[in-house]
Every structure is written in structure tokens, then in C-alpha cells.
């Protein structure tokens, strides 16, 4: 009997594999209108040559407000605070003066995407009212002349942003954006490649979490969006042997830019160059009348 009845028992159920859902995560643009958000923003760069090395730093303290405009958005972003260093010393001078004259007022469309910068001759002008008699300022005119001004600023937001947003990113997605960056006379670039690590919970609300590293090269089998991002950006020639680290972690349900942190490595010529940039949200306050 005991035979028998084990033999009429039903088998037990199949097991049938349930694939695993990677979490996605939908990123829309939508920034903190009547709010002034405080950065805190730091540049270094350590050049090393003939077993010297020179290092210079900068800080600078940021506020920015976005308001509506045009059918999307429009960035006003000021200097409040400016200092440099070098080799430990603080460099005193009238440079600063210019940074705190100007704002840079960047039109986005309602998706975040970079439209234009709005008045960029506004920084000529500030640099004609801050430059001493004598001074030479040929450099900093072509830093801050307008077509130039609005090429790096659309430059830096899409490697910061571009991609990002209105869509879904799901957990190891990677997105590409080309970038420069000046390195004496030589302007090194890169393909910056930001992976999707996960979320994090911040103080400014559920943010992701985005590893950050350079590519000297656009590889034979490179996805299409990275080929796109390299085409769009004109075909650069990519520096070879550059190499990049970083996070960035943005939150995504009303936009802040949490932090960003990104280290730049590359030899130019005899020089072996190390660039590191840092920005923070330090505060996100009411707009006070």
C-alpha cells in the first residue's frame, strides 16, 4: 500500500526560473523653481616635470535660480565668493574681481537640453571694468569672449547632464558625452562614460549614483549612442592615454546636483598633468523677496 500510494502522488510543480528585473529608474527634468541653490565648487591642477610639480587651486562659492522661460528654463548662475592658490599661497589679484561681476544665464528647453547662453558678452563686459590699466588680459579676452564662452558652457553641461534626462536608466545603463579640458596650450580630450551605479538617498531627496571614466578612443564595436555622442561633438581627436575617475549623483525628483567629483590624468609633451574637479550642494533655500 505504501508502494501504491507513493505512486499515485502528484509530482511536485515545476520550478520555472523568474528572471530578474533590473530596477529602472526615470530621470525628468524638473529644477527647483523659486529656490536659490549654494555650491560649493573647487578646481586643482598638479603639473609635474623634471621632478618638480606646481599646484594650483580655486575655489569658488555659487548661487543658482531657475526660473521659467521661453517654454522651458532658464539658469541664472552668479560667483559670490572666488580664491586661487598656488603653491599653497593665496594669489591675490583682479581676476576674481571679473568672475564676480558677471552671472551666466544658460536657456534650457523644458527637457533639460542646452538652448543657448543668454547675453554672454555680459563677461567682455565685466572684464573691460575690472582689467587694471596695463594689465595684460589677452588671455582671459579669449577665455571669456562670447562664442567661446557659450561653446564651454554647452560643453560642460552636456558632459555633466546631456543624455540624462526623460528617460529610463536602469542599473549598469551607461551614457557618453565628448569633453576637454585645457592642459597648458593643449586641449586634451575624451569621451567621458557615465555608468548607472544605483540610487542614494540625499538630503535634497532619492538621487542616482553615476560612476564616471574617460575613453581615449572610440572602440570598432562602440554602442551607437556612443558613436553619436562622438559624431555630434564634431569627431575630436581623442588624447591618447588620458584616463578619468569620478561620481556624480544627481537627484531626480525635484533636479540637484548633488556632487560631482572627476580626476583628470594625461601627459602633454615632457609634463604629466593631474586635474581634479569638485561641486557640492551646500544649501537649497526659499527665494526671499
Known amino acids: 500500500m505504501l508502494l ?53 587651486e580655486a575655489e569658488l562659492t555659487t548661487e543658482s535660480r531657475f526660473a521659467t522661460s521661453e517654454g522651458g528654463w532658464l539658469l541664472t548662475q552668479s560667483v559670490t565668493r572666488a580664491q586661487r592658490t598656488r603653491a599653497g599661497a593665496a594669489v591675490e589679484g583682479w581676476v576674481d574681481d571679473v568672475l564676480l561681476r558677471f552671472a551666466l544665464r544658460l536657456q534650457l528647453a523644458a527637457d533639460g537640453a542646452f538652448v543657448k547662453l543668454v547675453s554672454p558678452e555680459s563677461a567682455s563686459e565685466a572684464l573691460r571694468q575690472s582689467v587694471p590699466a596695463g594689465a595684460d588680459a589677452k ?97 575630436p581627436e581623442l588624447t591618447a592615454g588620458v584616463t578619468c575617475e569620478g561620481e556624480q549623483v544627481v537627484a531626480y525628483g525635484r533636479f540637484v546636483p548633488v556632487s560631482r567629483e572627476l580626476t583628470v590624468k594625461a601627459r602633454v609633451g615632457p609634463a604629466a598633468w593631474t586635474v581634479t574637479m569638485q561641486s557640492r550642494a551646500q544649501a537649497l533655500q526659499e527665494e526671499t523677496p
Not at 139 to 168: D, I, M, N, S, V
Open 139 to 235: 588671455a582671459l579676452e579669449r577665455f571669456l569672449a562670447p562664442e567661446a564662452l557659450e561653446a564651454r558652457t554647452r560643453r560642460e553641461w552636456e558632459a555633466k547632464f546631456g543624455g540624462l534626462f526623460q528617460r529610463h536608466l536602469s542599473e549598469g545603463q551607461r551614457t557618453w558625452a565628448v569633453d576637454t579640458l585645457p592642459m597648458g596650450d593643449t586641449q586634451v580630450a575624451y569621451v567621458l562614460e557615465r555608468t548607472l551605479q544605483g540610487t542614494r538617498d540625499t538630503e535634497y531627496g532619492d538621487a542616482v549614483v553615476l560612476s564616471l571614466k574617460c575613453l581615449d578612443s572610440v572602440p570598432e564595436d562602440a554602442p551607437q549612442e556612443l558613436t553619436d555622442a562622438w559624431v555630434a561633438a564634431g569627431r
Open 4 to 56: 501504491l500510494s507513493s505512486g499515485c502522488r502528484k509530482p511536485p510543480p515545476l520550478r520555472v526560473p523568474v528572471p530578474s528585473v533590473t530596477p529602472r529608474v526615470r530621470l525628468s527634468f524638473q529644477p527647483p523653481v523659486g529656490r536659490v541653490l549654494t555650491e560649493s565648487q573647487q578646481a586643482s591642477r598638479a603639473v609635474e616635470q623634471d621632478g618638480q610639480v606646481l599646484r594650483e
